[in-house]
């Protein structure tokens, strides 16, 4: 039997590309990293394990405790964190949402072919920089009230449909429908909604992105057909989140938790996990915020997707952007705590993913921190063009590799609470990667090599996102894939990129 050792801390293989951290005795359930030997040496290279140790210890955890394979160290929580508690007797914690509250992807369709876009590099991703405001600070596309907000913060993508911003299909093709039916204005405090209120249509800074790719392979043609994917199409793919909202209402509740659960917090493995007692007062009124802040997130992303299908139809010369084909394929979401029904086994000591024993279902708080849904075929929540096949998952690699789409697999339900990765994952830090990279050597290298426009708020921001930062992404996608919890669709590769 395979064994790992990383600073104190010991795993074993238990199946391929699954690794058992070694119980400790401070664990209320395992705690899993799915990973290849090449991707667990980095995810041991920082606090990652020692996080995802302390997960497995909160109270009402489920199990097991999970890291996706693009996981390193993050806010209490690791980057590709997942994990459930239930939610009667468990907790909901907004240090295991983080800061970002649905930071997320969407991934938009066209009808044009990488020969439309040769040569126009250059012209469309200034036109795309121009169109959507990116970096700190405010400003976006909507330009609009505090009642604009209060209602984006209520109905989701339904107001961006009532104000012309999107299409029914729109709202079809998004996680949950684009609305989160539990937001409560009233938990989101006045400081947060000043700060979403001037970035309503903005990617924001750090890693989100507008890219647009080319589709270079295609790995099961009839689940690309029923995604409306094909080999050269092009496609847009939109990386941003909720904004300083979200990060308000983050640091709201973390003061909240302090002053009114001290007890509770003194009681977590680290008090960067604050939680709060799942049928406490704050936990509602967090689940309310938090439900409030996806919702700023999807309207985010959908009225980035306006400026980017007018700035398209100005750039090639098109009646509309419906006559090329802009469709979206799907919106899914990161860094989020939702209330989902699980088939789980009852142990001695409360609830569990795996067992022989009779299955209950069990209403959970399940919390993916840089982790994203992949539900499978036949789930009553994937939009019903694509519930046959399963839900779309889209995965972005670095600006300087590709990025996949997969689909919900099989297996996922039963081993990882209907999830897989989000990314690639980071190698190295932000101060070490503006240490060790150049922005303007980054621009010129991928556009001379590898024909990349990148453009962005400053050098700085392109250092920090650096090719090199990051880990293979096909090395994740093979673990999502060999374990049966996201099947590979499609890939596709960079032909322009805005940074924030």
């Given at each position: ?184 204005l009233d938990a989101v405090s006045k400081k947060a ?40 199409q092009v496609v847009v793919l939109i990386h941003c ?247 590979p669709v499609v890939r596709t590769y960079p032909v ?5």
């Open positions: 039997m395979s064994t790992f050792d990383a600073d104190g801390h010991r795993l074993t293989e238990v199946e391929p590309d699954v690794w058992a951290l070694a119980d400790t005795g401070d664990e209320s359930v395992p705690a899993r990293v799915l990973a290849n030997r090449s991707l667990l040496a980095q995810i041991s290279t920082d606090n990652t394990l020692t996080q995802l140790r302390n997960v497995a210890g909160m109270p009402g955890a489920v199990a097991p405790a999970l890291c996706m394979p693009d996981g390193h160290q993050g806010y209490g929580f690791p980057v590709g964190g997942v994990a459930a508690f239930d939610a009667e007797d468990g907790c909901i914690s907004p240090g295991g949402v983080g800061f970002d509250i649905n930071c997320g992807v969407r991934m938009l369709t066209t009808t044009l072919t990488y020969d439309d876009v040769k040569g126009r590099e250059a012209a469309l991703v200034d036109a795309l920089y121009d169109a959507v405001p990116c970096g700190l600070g405010g400003g976006g596309v909507h330009d609009g009230t505090h009642a604009d907000l209060d209602a984006a913060l209520e109905r989701g993508i339904d107001w961006c449909v009532e104000e012309g911003y999107a299409v029914p299909a729109d709202r079809r093709h998004c996680e949950d429908e684009g609305q989160r039916l539990d937001a409560d909604r000043d700060r979403g209120a001037s970035q309503m249509g903005s990617l924001g800074s750090g890693n989100h992105f507008l890219e647009v790719q080319r589709v270079t392979d295609v790995y099961d043609d009839d689940t690309a057909a029923a995604f409306g994917l094909a080999e050269d989140g909720s904004r300083g909202l979200g990060h308000q209402i983050c640091s709201d509740y973390l003061r909240r938790i302090e002053q009114e659960h001290p007890d509770f917090l003194a009681s977590l493995p680290n008090k960067d996990l604050a939680a709060a007692p799942a049928g406490s007062e704050l936990a509602a009124s967090y689940y309310g915020a938090m439900c409030a802040a996806i919702n700023f997130a999807w309207v985010n992303r959908q009225l980035i997707t306006h400026a980017v299908r007018e700035t398209f139809a100005d750039v090639f010369d098109a009646p509309d952007w419906e006559a090329l084909g802009m469709d979206l394929l799907y919106d899914v979401s990161h860094n989020i705590a939702k209330r989902e029904t699980h088939a789980v086994v009852e142990t001695e000591d409360g609830y569990s993913l795996a067992g022989d024993g009779e299955r209950v279902e069990r209403e959970l708080f399940v919390h993916r921190k840089g982790a994203t849904r992949a539900f499978p075929a036949g789930h009553p929540e994937v939009p019903a063009a694509y519930r046959e096949v399963g839900q779309p998952v889209i995965i972005p690699g670095s600006m300087g590799a590709g990025s996949y789409v997969l689909r919900g697999g099989s297996q996922s339900l039963g081993r990882t609470f209907g999830s897989t990765a989000h990314g690639a994952g980071r190698l190295m830090s932000r101060t070490q990667a503006k240490d060790e990279y150049q922005g303007g050597d980054v621009q010129d290298a991928l556009e001379a090599d590898d024909d990349i426009h990148v453009k962005a708020a400053s050098g700085a921001t392109i250092a920090e996102e650096a090719p090199g930062v990051y880990k293979d992404i096909d090395d994740v996608v093979d673990v999502s894939d060999g374990l049966g919890v996201g099947d322009c990129n805005v940074k924030g």
